[in-house]
């Protein structure tokens, strides 16, 4: 069998060594030196013996010490930087134990210093096991490190996992003990470019950014920007620049350039490896004139999925759903069901489900829902008070395959008090091309005397709200929106020409459950995801709508808390929901 050459010369250099210690043997022979005895050799062996077991003890000593407190490679930044190679080496797969594991297969990709936590995220693929088994590391230039559990982690099969890891102490930056990615630098989440969508239909790049502080609702002045590509966006000769089409609230729309559609082309038919360069492709907006500033970006562009329509009509092709629905949450599990199963009761027929760093067991609850029976999709929306941007983005995703989409909260169902059903509804406006959205009043409802949370549902257990409307939700055409993409409160900007139509109250209108027993109203309004809305606790905007009548900033519960918002009893849909959902054999509803 063939050897290497390599092996063949160490083959050599074991022959030699063979060689060359008989001839010593034989010089010392011939030197005159006496062979020792057998006293001697036992006294050989006796000092090599102790001397084994000293360094057994010792470097089993380091070991000890080693896993304990494992030092972590620092940096030589000036600036504390996202850490994550560890002196212990050893490579496990994704089920090992201990916070000490190495893990060969997760890299982390970027770091986002959050207002209450650090996210890090994972590249694709990354196997990541459960919180339990690994760490959040905390380090600074002078080796001073902190280690705590993550707060939750979240993984998707087709995007990357995330980690949530505790707000370290000031100036320290995270690190996870199982990763061996080089150092990276946490992005501060009030000024960056988090995401990237490509829209084929005009060749443009939708971006979204934090930090150019756009007012709501408003158009800004797109040429006061531009947008740049590159995978070194520090370096001005590297990149292309294109001009920005529009500019409102974190949404940026620009041209996409032709070599960047043909590199990302060529990337995604797989001729080009997008890691081939070491670094992907990102987009970033950049002001222009004087004192011009980039903003930081982990946003690569992602290319929005097309759909073969599958019907026609005389006119048009038709889209697989008539009616679709966004919402972004945030640990809203246990309403999840009955939100999901009502409306595909009503005509719903596809979900899009933006999920807020929720920790409480969402991706349980839609796994044990059939797929067959709801189209139900979680997508991975991490950024906080970005819920605008979060609608944007739904829009582009379900405009290919979606004729109408409505964007309401997991707290609002859907209700029709007269004889119309949904498809009646739509179909009516389906035939007027000039209406692209409608509009339904809400209805808040209030805790309706209860203390603890409806066993039956939120349908059933509250029936008295306030007497007025508070607002209107939407329903719309995504074909029809503004390319913007403005949106507030649940509608948006249209398109030049196009019109919204109202919807009486007798015929479709929305219960809102707003006020809840008191554990889930401090819940929901501790943390909103609103872009333009206060939080609870924030003394700013207190007597908004989206504010709680009457509570200002204080998280304590008033004694008539279960006998507020209570003007009007209302059964419509409670009624509604026995009749069409009730077990006649056990009595009990689906979820």
């Known amino acids: 069998m063939a050897i290497s050459a390599k092996e063949r010369k160490l083959s050599r250099l074991g022959s030699g060594k063979a060689v060359n210690g008989g001839g010593g043997g034989s010089l010392g022979a011939r030197g005159g030196h006496r062979p020792p005895t057998a006293g001697g050799r036992r006294r050989l062996f006796a000092v090599f013996f102790a001397f084994l077991c000293a360094g057994a003890v010792v470097f089993g000593g380091v070991h000890a010490i080693g896993a304990s407190f494992r030092p972590v490679l620092l940096t030589a930044w000036p600036s504390a930087t996202l850490n994550a190679l560890s002196s212990e080496r050893r490579v496990q797969q994704a089920g090992g134990n201990g916070a000490g594991t190495v893990l ?39 080796s001073m490190q902190l280690r705590r559990r993550p707060l939750s982690v979240a993984a998707l099969p087709d995007g990357p996992s995330l980690v949530h890891c505790p707000a370290g102490p000031s100036e320290m930056a995270v690190s996870l003990s199982l990763s061996q990615s080089p150092p990276v630098t946490p992005f501060q989440w009030d000024q960056l470019v988090y995401t990237a969508l490509l829209d084929s239909r005009d060749n443009s790049t939708v971006v979204f950014a934090k930090g150019m502080n756009l007012r709501p609702g408003r158009l800004g002045v797109p040429s006061r920007y531009e ?309 609870w606790q924030d003394e700013e905007n207190v007597g908004s709508r989206d504010r709680a009548p009457g509570l200002g900033t204080k998280p304590v519960e008033p004694e008539d808390w279960p006998s507020r918002f209570c003007e009007v009893y209302d059964t419509g849909l409670k009624d509604f929901v026995h009749k069409e959902f009730t077990d006649p054999q056990t009595g009990s509803l689906p979820w």
């Open 227 to 535: 947008c740049v590509f590159g995978r070194d966006l520090s370096k001005p000769k590297l990149v292309v620049t294109s001009p920005v089409v529009s500019a409102a609230q974190e949404t940026f729309r620009c041209v996409t350039p032709v070599r960047i559609r043909r590199y990302l082309r060529m990337t995604a038919d797989g001729n080009i490896n997008r890691n081939s360069a070491g670094k992907p492709m990102l987009v970033s907006i950049r002001t222009k004139g004087r004192g011009s500033s980039t903003l930081p970006s982990i946003a690569q562009p992602e290319p929005l999925h097309r759909y073969n329509r599958h019907r026609h009509t005389r006119h048009r092709q038709q889209k697989v759903h008539s009616m679709c629905v966004c919402t972004m949450l945030r640990n809203q599990a246990r309403f999840l069901r009955e939100w999901v199963m009502y409306h595909s009761h009503i005509g719903v027929q596809r979900w899009f489900i933006y999920d807020n760093n929720s920790d409480d067991g969402i991706e349980e609850v839609l796994g044990s829902m059939d797929p067959s029976a709801y189209n139900a999709t979680r997508h991975l929306w991490p950024w906080m008070k970005s819920q605008e941007a979060g609608f944007a983005h739904c829009a582009l995703r379900a405009r290919e395959s979606c004729e109408w989409v409505g964007f309401i909260d997991i707290d609002e169902f859907l209700h029709f008090p007269g004889n119309q059903t949904l498809q009646d509804v739509l179909r009516n406006y389906s035939s007027r091309p000039r209406i692209g959205e409608l509009r339904t009043a809400c209805h808040s409802f209030g805790p309706s005397g209860r203390t603890k949370i409806p066993k039956k549902g939120v349908t059933t257990g509250y029936t008295c709200r306030l007497a007025a409307p508070e607002r209107h939700k939407s329903i719309v055409r995504p074909d029809a929106l503004n390319p913007s993409l403005i949106n507030v409160v649940h509608h948006f900007h249209l398109k030049e020409g196009m019109k919204y139509a109202n919807i009486g109250q007798g015929v479709m209108l929305i219960n809102h459950y707003k006020y809840q027993v008191w554990e889930v109203f401090k819940e929901k309004f501790a943390g909103r995801v609103a872009t333009y809305v206060a939080d």
């Open 104 to 142: 060969a297969s997760v890299q982390i990709r970027h770091a986002v210093a959050l207002p209450d936590h650090v996210l890090v995220i994972l590249s694709d693929g990354s196997l990541l096991p459960a919180p339990g088994h690994f760490e959040c590391l905390y380090s600074t230039a002078n």
